[in-house]
């Protein structure tokens, strides 16, 4: 009997990151819940355990360089190696290029863009030693179509995507897959410690979250199956997908219709 396959999950204690733990324990795979708050990813580990799948608890701060190391060294110390890297711990925040302060764009960046960069540069060389392996990671439609009061965050978003196809083609030919995702807003806590310079992001935001269609477990259900398909863009829901196309294809019309469509949310909150 095969050994169960591994993944390793950042921000495994809550929102989408325990969501994909569930479903890849569903899976019967072995599991490791990385959090910032270790109480969280034990308790994500508690939830995934009736599964009859190994899993750890295992603390890190993704903005911190030692802090991620330990991390890698502690998974290969357990497991020798893993078949799958979700970085998906992140931060939410808003604020335009205009108000936005530097310590919230450096914020920003460090956790969502650094982070991910951490994670990739940690583990690619695990990856390409084993000759097989795949990493995704957590960008954000935003990414692909940003809007006003969110440019920190759409900016590290960006950059994840950036890095993500950058890494793509770096890998060619290692037999190490990449796949980054790119959600809208689903029901989540990730504006849990949301940073703005005023409160309209923070209502905008609040508002789209309330009104969004998918739950932390349908997006994981996603990305689950697109990653065993081995896609590298993930859109994950067919709404981010029209809006996607819609962009692409019609750019002005896209930004009138988002400005419009701002306009009204602004009126009602």
Same mark, same amino acid.
């Given at each position: 009997?095969?050994?169960?396959?591994?993944?390793?999950?950042?921000?495994?204690?809550?929102?989408?990151?325990?969501?994909?733990?569930?479903?890849?324990?569903?899976?019967?795979?072995?599991?490791?819940?990385?959090?910032?708050?270790?109480?969280? %990813?034990?308790?994500?580990? !508690?939830?995934?355990?009736?599964?009859?799948?190994? *899993?750890? =608890?295992?603390? &890190?701060? +993704?903005g911190d360089d030692e802090s991620f190391e330990g991390l890698r060294d502690e998974v290969l110390a357990a497991w020798e190696g893993v078949d799958l890297v979700i970085n998906n711990a992140g931060v939410s925040g808003g604020g335009s290029v205009l108000n936005a302060s530097m310590d919230d764009w450096h914020w920003m960046l460090n956790i969502n863009l650094l982070g991910v960069v951490r994670g990739c540069r940690l583990f690619g060389p695990v990856l390409v030693e084993q000759g097989a392996?795949?990493?995704?990671?957590?960008?954000?439609? %935003?990414?692909?179509?940003? !809007?006003?009061?969110?440019?920190?965050?759409?900016? *590290?978003? =960006?950059?994840? &995507?950036? +890095?993500?196809?950058?890494?793509?083609?770096?890998?060619?030919g290692s037999g190490v897959r990449v796949s980054v995702v790119c959600p809208s807003f689903f029901q989540t806590n990730l504006l849990e410690g949301f940073r703005a310079p005023?409160?309209?992001?923070?209502?905008?935001?609040?508002?789209?979250?309330?009104?969004?269609?998918?739950?932390?477990?349908?997006?994981?259900?996603?990305?689950?199956?697109s990653v065993e398909h081995g896609e590298f863009l993930i859109l994950p829901s067919a709404e981010v997908r029209k809006l996607w196309r819609i962009k692409r294809w019609f750019p002005s019309l896209y930004f009138r219709k988002l400005m419009q469509r701002v306009r009204q949310r602004g009126a009602s909150t």
């Open positions: 009997m095969e050994p169960s396959r591994r993944v390793l999950i950042t921000g495994a204690g809550s929102g989408l990151g325990r969501a994909l733990a569930f479903r890849y324990a569903e899976a019967g795979w072995r599991v490791a819940c990385a959090d910032i708050r270790l109480d969280r %990813a034990r308790e994500t580990v !508690g939830l995934i355990t009736g599964f009859g799948i190994g *899993a750890m =608890a295992i603390q &890190v701060d +993704v392996g795949h990493i995704v990671n957590i960008a954000s439609f %935003a990414a692909l179509a940003g !809007g006003p009061g969110m440019a920190t965050y759409a900016t *590290a978003k =960006a950059g994840v &995507v950036t +890095v993500s196809e950058g890494l793509r083609a770096d890998l060619e005023d409160t309209y992001s923070l209502k905008m935001a609040t508002a789209l979250m309330r009104d969004a269609r998918e739950s932390a477990a349908d997006i994981a259900e996603a990305i689950y199956k």
